[in-house]
T-cell receptor, first 115, second 119 residues
Framework: EPEVTQTPSHQVTQMGQEVILRCVPISNHLYFYWYRQILGQKVEFLVSFYNNEISEKSEIFDDQFSVERPDGSNFTLKIRSTKLEDSAMYFC?????????????FGEGSWLTVV | AQKITQTQPGMFVQEKEAVTLDCTYDTSDPSYGLFWYKQPSSGEMIFLIYQGSYDQQNATEGRYSLNFQKARKSANLVISASQLGDSAMYFCAMRGRNAGGTSYGKLTFGQGTILTVHP
């Protein structure tokens, strides 16, 4: 069964360092997302990406964050200068289409710990 | 804007019994999708079941069914014949239009319900 894959599964980084989280969405999917989940809290939307551009972003997704699809398969989230409060599980997700009935499938997540 | 409310922080059920996890939502969109995801302790998000706002029948998927009451804006998840492996966090989520009304992009999640299945 096709799945969204994410690397790394866990990363520990020093405050102020840049971090890149990588994702390979399901191959025939066209819409890509990043979500985050701070420990013990609900899942929050960060950004959606379609046709090589951001289609929507939340207020969390400030200038410290960027996304890129550097080739035909990878989708990355970059945090330029990490803060302690960026510690969270980051989920990549994808869906075939944009409609309300299209399921968004999630990867297994990347735990980011900022120390 | 969409809002999802899950009022049960934790639920307990005996193995082999059925359990209902509550979810209410708020939206002004005429067309939307409702989803349930399971998050085990390992952290991944597993899609369980989907209900469309125009679907006449309640969705079912194996032991999972969705009790959809549109007038009450509720979409409760029913798990029949609970198993120990059902112990996890369960999230209700909605996919509706974005603020500009141009796309359905993101999912909005509730706070989640932790389900514990006792042997």
């Amino acid at each position: 069964e096709p799945e969204v894959t994410q690397t790394p599964s866990h990363q520990v980084t020093q405050m102020g360092q840049e971090v890149i989280l990588r994702c390979v969405p399901i191959s025939n999917h066209l819409y890509f997302y990043w979500y985050r989940q701070i420990l013990g809290q609900k899942v929050e939307f960060l950004v959606s990406f379609y046709n090589n551009e951001i289609s929507e972003k939340s207020e969390i997704f400030d200038d410290q964050f960027s996304v890129e699809r550097p080739d035909g398969s990878n989708f990355t989230l970059k945090i330029r200068s990490t803060k302690l409060e960026d510690s969270a599980m980051y989920f990549c997700a994808s869906s075939v289409r944009d409609g309300s009935g299209n399921t968004i499938y999630f990867g297994e997540g990347s735990w980011l710990t900022v120390v | 804007a969409q809002k999802i409310t899950q009022t049960q922080p934790g639920m307990f059920v005996q193995e082999k019994e059925a359990v209902t996890l509550d979810c209410t939502y708020d939206t002004s969109d005429p067309s939307y999708g409702l989803f349930w995801y399971k998050q085990p302790s390992s952290g991944e998000m597993i899609f369980l079941i989907y209900q469309g706002s125009y679907d006449q029948q309640n969705a079912t998927e194996g032991r999972y069914s969705l009790n959809f009451q549109k007038a009450r804006k509720s979409a409760n998840l029913v798990i029949s014949a609970s198993q120990l492996g059902d112990s996890a966090m369960y999230f209700c989520a909605m996919r509706g239009r974005n603020a500009g009304g141009t796309s359905y992009g993101k999912l909005t999640f509730g706070q989640g319900t932790i389900l514990t299945v006792h042997p």
